[in-house]
């Protein structure tokens, strides 16, 4: 939430966000967060968070068009402050939608292509994370990937379904 | 004489702790959590709202799964109460119960989910709050749980100070403390585990006056964990 606070901050083009909480913790003092009064008199302390702006944020979503419109189901995440707080926005996406028809419903589009600076389409791009509504999880992909031996990792590349199966 | 497994013992005393009308929230890599929120769906009458990282609002999962943030868990949902929504309806101070994970807890029910050993030079680096410094201040109410009993998570002193605030119940196979004045006091105890296993099994003191054996499982809280889990498949991963 702090990390969301510090994109937010980057997002309004402030140099701070004010955020709940994070009283007794101790991430406080290691990140150097600073507490400031309540300027307008309500006596309560309140952690500033220096605003964090990435280089480059890249986000995968169920459909993009060639204008960069991308456009995202179910649960966005952390997908809109990212996208605000970036210098560079890039899309992956699951299929590539015709020409002028996210217009239909301009309320799903997450991100206008006026901000996206470019595009891949990448289905099962999100392997072996998942992608609502069009496929789950992959646990035994997350699991064998996760085992700390030689080649997992190389194996885990390798299997790459959105290049061996699409491709 | 009780049957309370460890598995059983977290997940129907997490359910216990919600309330009537509470707005309740299980986040990521929660699964004990989650199943807590499902099982006080189907066990008790009382109406509450369950709110989840994936999303969720009142979900109805077709299917649980392993993890407790997977969109499974937005399934049925009329809303989308995305991550942004539910942190700030926290710092708000409109959620009633939070139920956050620890690697650690002190006897002040402060939460360790950072570090074992120094920030600079770690024996183990742990994920992170994920949120849980604004949340445990924040929230009206948070509930965390350990399946493992010992003294090096239950611990005098924490080797780094993730989230302080108002954490009220810590649950383990073999125990439910809850804060009274400041500091965590036994309230119920597994029946297979005697006061003495408890006090030799914890790293902070505590008050055990008043503690009792918990009270055993219900028909209908029995059953929805078996719904909840026909092959045994969760309660195979939780180990004493």
């Known amino acids: 939430m702090t990390l969301v606070a510090g994109l937010r901050a980057a997002a309004y083009g402030v140099p701070f966000q004010p955020v709940g909480g994070v009283h007794g913790s101790d991430l406080a003092a290691l990140n150097g967060w600073q507490k400031i009064r309540d300027p307008y008199g309500s006596g309560k302390e309140i952690y500033v968070i220096p605003a964090i702006s990435p280089e480059v944020a890249v986000i995968h979503a169920n459909e993009v068009d060639e204008e960069g419109n991308a456009r995202v189901l179910g649960s966005p995440y952390w997908d809109h402050p990212l996208t605000r707080a970036a210098k560079r926005v890039l899309v992956t996406a699951e299929r590539l939608a015709p020409a002028g028809t996210l217009a239909a419903q301009p309320e799903l589009t997450l991100v206008p292509g006026f901000m996206v600076e470019a595009v891949a389409v990448v289905p099962r791009g999100a392997w072996p994370g998942s992608m609502h509504p069009l496929y789950e999880v992959d646990y035994p992909a997350v699991e064998s990937y996760l085992r700390d031996e030689p080649g997992a990792l190389e194996a885990h590349l390798a299997a790459a379904p959105e290049r061996n199966r699409y491709g | ?240």
Not at chain 2, 45 to 51: S, V
Not at chain 2, 125 to 149: N, Q
Not at chain 2, 170 to 190: C, D, H, M, S, W
């Open chain 2, 1 to 240: 004489m009780s049957d309370w497994t460890p598995f059983s013992h977290i997940v129907v005393n997490l359910a216990r702790q919600i309330r009537p009308g509470e707005i309740a929230f299980s986040g990521v890599n929660s699964t004990l959590a989650m199943l807590a929120c499902l099982l006080a769906k189907r066990a008790y009458d009382f109406h509450f709202t369950y709110l989840n990282v994936a999303g969720g609002v009142e979900p109805v999962p077709a299917k649980i799964p392993h993890s407790s943030s997977d969109p499974a868990l937005i399934a049925g949902s009329p809303a989308i109460f995305a991550n942004e929504d539910f942190y700030d309806l926290c710092a708000r101070g409109r959620l009633d119960l939070v139920f956050l994970g620890c690697a650690q807890v002190d006897g002040e029910g402060r939460t360790n989910v950072s570090v074992i050993g120094e920030w600079k030079s770690p024996k183990v680096r742990l994920p992170g709050g994920g949120g849980a410094a604004v949340m445990m201040p924040t929230a009206k109410r948070v509930v965390t749980w350990r399946t493992e009993h010992t003294t090096r998570t239950l611990v005098e002193k924490l080797d780094f100070v993730t989230a302080a605030g108002n954490l009220q119940t810590v649950v383990t196979p073999i125990a439910v403390f809850q804060k009274r004045e400041g500091r965590l006091a036994l309230e119920y105890r597994n029946p297979r585990a005697a006061l003495d296993e408890v006090i030799r099994r914890t790293g902070f003191r505590f008050d055990a006056s008043g503690a009792a054996p918990t009270a055993p499982i219900t028909a209908r809280e029995r059953a929805a964990l078996e719904a909840l889990d026909p092959r045994g498949e969760f309660a195979a991963a939780v180990r004493a």
